[in-house]
């Protein structure tokens, strides 16, 4: 396994430090360690933009993605 491409530019655990306790670092072996290919916020960064990637945006919530992603193809 990769590091994802952006994890030196994602601010999303930092910005939520502590939120999610002791399974942040399994998050992060899933998502962040992974190629980035099951976050969501990778996903919008890679079809869109860094600037398509609202601070919000859960690395789980592939339905927000896919809901943002329709609107930047609109």
Same mark, same amino acid.
């Given at each position: 396994m990769?590091?994802?491409e952006c994890i030196g530019m994602c601010r999303f655990f930092e910005d939520n430090a502590?939120?999610?306790g002791p399974v942040e670092p399994? =998050?992060?072996l899933?998502?962040?360690?992974n190629e980035g290919t099951e976050c969501a916020r990778h996903v919008v960064f890679a079809i869109a933009g860094k600037g398509a990637v609202p601070a919000d945006l859960?690395?789980?919530? =592939?339905?927000?993605a896919a809901r943002i992603l329709d609107r930047?193809?609109?």
């Open positions: 990769s590091d994802c502590g939120r999610f399994i =998050l992060k899933n998502l962040c360690h859960y690395p789980n919530d =592939l339905q927000g930047v193809r609109q």
